[in-house]
Nanobody, 123 residues
């Protein structure tokens, strides 16, 4: 069982930055590909970014490319999402997810999910 706990969400003005973190309670964190997703009210969860087991490959949704950076620290069992140049349309609940031995961009590939953290960007 893997528990994921997100933190670092909050409110920021458009053009600002936030970093959200996700701490995993598992001994074999490096066995999991990690991803970030977001969800708007009444909408399905959507892919934002993913990182492979070793942290050497990253993948982004078009909406995140050039503005967001996913990274991980396997020694700290933590994955990060640095969000720059934030826009009001980035307002959503952000979820981290873990996929055993896989790196994926689809919701169904992930085995464990955090509880989510709210990010609000005001214009």
């Amino acid at each position: 069982q893997v528990q994921l706990v997100e933190s670092g969400g909050g409110s920021v003005q458009a053009g600002g930055s936030l970093r959200v973190s996700c701490a995993a309670s598992v001994r074999t964190f490096s066995s999991y590909g990690m991803g970030w997703f977001r969800q708007y009210p009444g909408k399905e969860r959507e892919f934002v970014a993913a990182i492979n087991l070793s942290g050497t490959k990253t993948y982004y949704a078009d909406s995140a490319k050039g503005r967001f950076t996913i990274s991980r620290d396997n020694a700290k069992n933590t994955v990060y999402l640095q969000m720059n140049s934030l826009k009001p349309e980035d307002t959503a609940v952000y979820y981290c997810a873990a996929s055993l031995y896989r790196t994926a961009t689809t919701i169904g590939a992930y085995d464990y999910w955090g509880q989510g953290t709210q990010v609000t960007v005001s214009s």
